[in-house]
C-alpha cells in the first residue's frame, strides 16, 4: 500500500473510533410549547353480556356488494338457550351461541337458504352493540359444488316495540 492510502485509511478509522467512543450530549428538553401533546387513553369497546341483548330484534340484512337481502327477526335470550331467527314466512330457525366474548357474541345456524332455494346454509354471525342497535356480520356458506359458495352480509337491527 502506498503511504497516502494507508494514511487515509488511519485517519478514517482513528475518527470512527473518536466518534463511536466519545460520551453523549446532554439533551435539553424542547420548550412546553414544542412538546407533542399527551393523547388521550384509547377507550376499549364495553364487554358485552346476553342480557344486553335479550329480547325481539328487526334485523335488516345488506350483501358486501350492496344487495339488499331479506331481514329476519332476531330473539335472543339472557343465555345461551331459546336464540331463533326467523325469515318473513318462515318457522323460527335455532340459533346457536357459539361464544361472548369482549364486545361480540358469536352465533351459528343452519337452515334451507332464503336466496337459493334448496340449497342448505351455514351462518357464522358476529353481533356488537353499538348506541343501542345491535350490529354486525355475517357469513353464510352453501352446501354447494358450484362457484359462489360464501356470503357476506352486513347486519344491523333495532329491539322490536
Do not use: H
Not at 377507550?43 to 345488506?62: C, E, F, K
Not at 352465533?107 to 332464503?114: G, I, M, N, P
Amino acid at each position: 500500500m502506498k503511504a497516502n492510502t494507508k494514511r487515509s485509511l488511519t485517519l478514517a478509522c482513528t475518527a470512527v473510533l473518536l466518534a463511536c467512543g466519545s460520551e453523549p450530549q446532554e439533551q435539553v428538553p424542547a420548550p412546553v410549547e414544542q412538546q407533542p401533546a399527551a393523547s388521550a387513553p384509547a377507550t376499549s369497546p364495553a364487554m358485552i353480556s346476553l342480557r344486553d341483548v335479550a329480547g325481539r330484534w328487526i334485523m335488516r340484512a345488506w350483501a358486501e356488494a350492496g344487495d339488499s337481502v331479506p331481514g329476519y327477526e332476531l330473539v335472543a335470550t339472557a343465555d345461551t338457550v331459546g336464540w331463533t331467527r326467523t325469515f318473513p314466512g318462515r318457522s323460527p330457525v335455532p340459533v346457536r351461541v357459539v361464544a361472548v366474548a369482549g364486545d361480540s357474541i358469536i352465533t351459528q345456524s343452519a337452515y334451507e337458504s332464503v336466496l337459493r332455494e334448496g340449497v342448505p346454509v351455514t351462518t357464522r354471525t358476529v353481533y356488537r352493540l353499538r348506541d343501542g342497535r345491535l350490529v354486525g356480520t355475517l357469513v353464510a356458506r352453501y352446501q354447494t359444488t358450484g362457484p359462489d359458495s360464501v356470503l357476506r352480509i352486513r347486519t344491523e337491527g333495532d329491539r322490536a316495540p
